[in-house]
């Protein structure tokens, strides 16, 4: 079993900044792309960013220049720097990972969510 467990979500004003955390447990041998992906009240799932085993990055056009993503492979976690927030950045957001698990199969992993509210 995989389990992610995201962090660091939560209410902040225009301008500011919040940083995700999302770290993986369990039978994990190896984690190719992680990503964030971002719900909005009414709208459909959204991707943010990702970033391979390898250090590449993507972003989705909204958060260019604001949002950096980051891996720390050996503690199988994903951040998310989130600057300048904006009240459109409003949204619940989601980490994934593709697992490989010793048994050498992959699977994507979702975390709980974590909201992420701006507004003055």
């Known amino acids: 079993q995989v389990q992610l467990v995201e962090s660091g979500g939560g209410l902040v004003q225009p301008g500011g900044s919040l940083r995700l955390s999302c770290a993986a447990s369990?039978?994990?041998?190896?984690?190719?792309?992680m990503g964030w992906y971002r719900q909005a009240p009414g709208k459909q799932r959204e991707l943010v960013a990702t970033?391979?085993?390898?250090?590449?990055?993507n972003y989705a056009d909204s958060v260019k220049g604001r949002f950096t993503i980051s891996r720390d492979n050996a503690r199988n976690t994903v951040y998310l720097q989130m600057n300048s927030l904006k009240p459109g950045d409003t949204a619940v957001y989601y980490c994934?990972?593709?697992?490989?698990?010793?048994?050498?199969?992959?699977?994507?992993?979702w975390g709980q969510g974590t909201q992420v509210t701006v507004s003055s």
């Open positions: 369990g039978s994990i041998f190896s984690i190719n792309a």
């Open positions: 994934q990972m593709q697992i490989v698990t010793f048994s050498r199969r992959r699977y994507d992993y």
């Open positions: 970033i391979t085993s390898g250090g590449s990055t």
